[in-house]
């Protein structure tokens, strides 16, 4: 049973305009690099992308932005990325602003097959307009739907030819919950390592969950906000 392919773009083989992709990641850390490239120059249309953040403006899901490839948004967090706001107030790229524990829940929900789940996250607020409300023991809660994609997009630390994956540190952000909610899970990995290297104590990811996986080259280890301290 091996799962390597030779490159990201024999991955998205299958990818079509108006497909949901879900990216991993957190801020600029761990996220698909290379897959995000792929669809790049693929040019699939009208996508639909989960992620917790929008990259930045020449960086992750910030350049299929740039090429107008994104229809809609499901995010938390896109304060970074200027072009992102733009088009939105343009018109151009739909938005759907998640609260972050409610955008983790709704993958989460998606893997376990839970189609709904009440959160008091967000009752009272915009995040509640035209959905289902209920009160449980005196707190008034909102209906959230799961979450599933076409297309997962994972980026690890090291993976073998199963699929098994390791994330290190804050790369294990949303890439866990996200492996689990979509129809075909690739993976992208920093090292593809032999058959037992990785013991059972450290498989994050099961490969049961993953369909595709291939060693990504030349990442990029961004920071995001660089603040330095002034001399003396």
Excluded at 216 to 231: D, F, L, M, S
């Amino acid at each position: 049973m091996d799962k390597r392919i030779a490159n990201p773009d024999d991955g998205i083989a299958k990818l079509r305009d108006g497909m949901t992709i879900l990216c991993g990641g957190f801020g600029l850390c761990g996220i698909p690099e290379n897959l995000i490239a792929a669809v790049r120059r693929k040019g699939t249309k009208d996508l639909i992308i989960v992620s917790n953040n929008a990259g930045v403006d020449d960086f992750g899901l910030g350049l299929l932005l740039q090429n107008k490839q994104v229809k809609k948004m499901i995010s938390s967090y896109v304060g970074e990325n200027k072009l992102f706001e733009q088009l939105v107030l343009s018109g151009e790229l739909q938005v759907e602003l998640n609260p972050q524990g409610t955008l983790a829940e709704r993958l989460r929900a998606g893997g376990a097959g839970i189609p709904a789940f009440y959160t008091p996250t967000g009752y009272g607020t915009m995040v509640a307009e035209g959905k289902e409300t209920r009160e449980f023991a005196g707190r008034h809660c909102v209906l959230e739907k799961a979450l599933r994609g076409d297309f997962a997009f994972v980026k690890a630390w090291r993976g073998d030819r199963w699929g098994n994956l390791l994330y290190r540190k804050t790369a294990r952000n949303f890439n866990p919950m996200i492996a689990t909610a979509a129809d075909y899970v690739i993976a992208e990995v920093e090292e593809l390592i032999e058959l037992g290297q990785l013991s059972a104590d450290q498989v994050h990811t099961p490969g049961i969950f993953v369909n595709a996986i291939f060693q990504g080259a030349n990442y990029a280890k961004r920071i995001e906000k660089r603040t330095i301290r002034k001399a003396g």
